[in-house]
């Protein structure tokens, strides 16, 4: 697997521990780019320590039921992400965009003396991240961009259609789940989808859910 200037092709080719980075309703998937504004101290040494070394960070959300960040739980499960650009901005912050590699489980989180937060994590539950083509037969792209396309007329909302048409279906796959407007529960449900094609039907379904509720008369999520 590509990401950036650098190839994954095994477990041996990441590190056994990673800073993380909690983010509540922030889904990083494999192959997908998040642009990030860091602008924190403690995310902005971070930042320096992933250019130090091996670039990865592990994008991972608190825990669903903390809702008002009392806790410092974690989901059990986030998305490597490597940095592949960055730039300062001049003011203090660093523009970056990280691309996901693979899902991670999160084994155990680190004491240490960095201000940012550190875990040890392992991707064997999800070596098959790195095997986009064979997923990508499984899923139904037809369906996928039907429900996708009411979204868009329920919510009077346009898409560059040629780009989509072009996109492989597992970028379109990802790139829709990361783009859609849904709570921290239905995002953490699509990274832990256990493979490409049940994301896709997981997305699916909460976006029928979503039309449904418009149907109903309520407004769909915006």
Do not use: H
Not at 71 to 89: H, K, N, P, T
Not at 125 to 154: H, I, K, N, S, W
Request: negative net charge.
């Amino acid at each position: 697997m590509q990401v950036g200037n650098k190839t994954f092709d095994s477990a041996e080719d990441f590190p056994s521990s990673v800073p993380i980075f909690p983010l509540s309703g922030a889904l990083l998937l494999p192959k997908g780019q998040m642009p990030l504004n860091i602008f924190e101290p403690r995310y902005l040494a971070m930042i320096d320590a992933a250019l130090a070394g091996d670039r990865l960070i592990g994008m991972i959300q608190p825990a669903l039921g903390d809702v008002e960040g009392k806790s410092d739980a974690l989901c059990e499960r986030g998305c490597l992400g490597r940095i592949v650009s960055w730039s300062e901005s001049g003011d203090g912050r660093y523009l970056v965009t990280l691309m996901g590699v693979t899902r991670f489980q999160l084994t155990q989180e680190l004491t240490t003396m960095t201000p940012y937060r550190q875990a040890r994590i392992s991707i064997l539950p999800f070596l098959g991240d790195m095997d986009g083509e064979l997923a990508e037969r499984e899923v139904d792209r037809d369906v996928l961009l039907a429900t996708f396309r009411d979204y868009l007329e329920a919510n009077d909302m346009e898409a560059d259609w040629e780009s989509i048409n072009q996109a492989s279906t597992e970028s379109l796959v990802n790139a829709l789940s990361m783009m859609s407007p849904y709570g921290p529960a239905e995002k953490q449900a699509l990274l832990e989808a256990p493979d490409l094609k049940t994301r896709a039907e997981t997305l699916i379904a909460i976006t029928e859910m979503e039309l449904a509720r418009g149907d109903d008369g309520t407004s769909p999520l915006q």
